[in-house]
């Protein structure tokens, strides 16, 4: 299986306990006690390698801010599959297996017991800002040299989020069962200032994954090139005849 396709199913089924299984609210804004700074684009391509376990391939993201996210992967140069997801769709097309999926977010928050929405996939892809999925929730904010900790809880969650205050940026995200012991971490590093944008972007994501007492899952971006309003980006899509469709 693809590496990059194996990582978005396994953190799926990793995290069915993790998080609660509800339909996910409209986007919340950022409180103004929180000073992380989001990545402000128009359309970002990123390319790098997917490191999960002892598999690896290459990726390429492509990102028209608050609309598409497009991801490409392969191994050895041959495409292996294809993720497009707007606001209201997800599709994957998997060519290893000659199968493909399509929905929408509440269909696969179902299926995966995760509360998903467009907003979430893309805060975690670009290192910004994680909200709490009700403006009901709010955030506790504390300083500790220069790092900023912001935390909350909703639904028996602990979600920790640490900015370095210098450049703005999130350097992790934790989220915490404090039932089960399961944990996901969501580290961002090697920050480098983007061509385009004065901001800094992490170059490496490694996502780790916990289950009880259990050795943890890594997977790990690493990025080798991310320009940001480059150009105009396209997003090609299609699903070849003789595909099964998966349900």
């Known amino acids: 299986m693809l590496v990059l396709l194996s990582a978005v199913m396994l953190l799926g089924s990793c995290t069915r306990q993790l998080l609660p299984g509800r339909k996910p609210a409209a986007s919340v804004p950022m409180p103004e006690a929180v000073r992380a700074a989001n990545v402000d684009f128009r359309f970002l391509a990123a390319k790098g390698k997917a490191q999960f376990g002892d598999q690896s391939g290459n990726i390429n993201v492509r990102i028209r801010k608050d609309s598409v996210i497009w991801i490409s992967a392969s191994l050895i140069g ?6 497009y997801i707007t606001r209201d769709s997800v599709q994957v097309l ?3 297996h000659r199968e493909y999926y399509a929905g929408d977010f509440a269909y696969l928050s179902q299926r995966l017991n995760v509360p998903v929405n467009f907003d979430m996939l893309q805060a975690l892809l670009l290192g910004n ?11 506790t904010v504390t300083t500790e040299g220069p790092t900023q900790r912001v935390n909350y809880e909703q639904a028996g969650l602990l979600v920790q989020q640490f900015v370095n205050l210098e450049g703005g940026r999130i350097q992790q ?5 404090p039932t089960n012991q399961n944990q996901l971490t969501v580290d961002y590093s090697d920050f480098r200032t983007l061509e385009r944008n004065p901001q800094q972007f992490a170059y490496t ?4 994954v916990k289950e009880g007492t259990t050795p943890p899952t890594t997977v790990t971006l690493t990025y080798r090139s ?3 309003d480059k150009e105009r980006l396209q997003f090609p899509f ?4 003789g595909y099964a469709r998966k349900k």
Do not use: F, N, W
């Open 205 to 208: 994501t490694q996502v780790q």
């Open 78 to 83: 041959i495409e292996g599959g294809r993720i």
């Open 226 to 228: 991310v320009d940001v």
């Open 129 to 139: 800002y994680l909200p709490p999925l009700s403006a009901a929730t709010q955030p």
């Open 94 to 96: 998997d060519k290893l």
């Open 238 to 241: 299609s699903v070849p005849k």
């Open 173 to 177: 995200l934790q989220v915490q069962a």
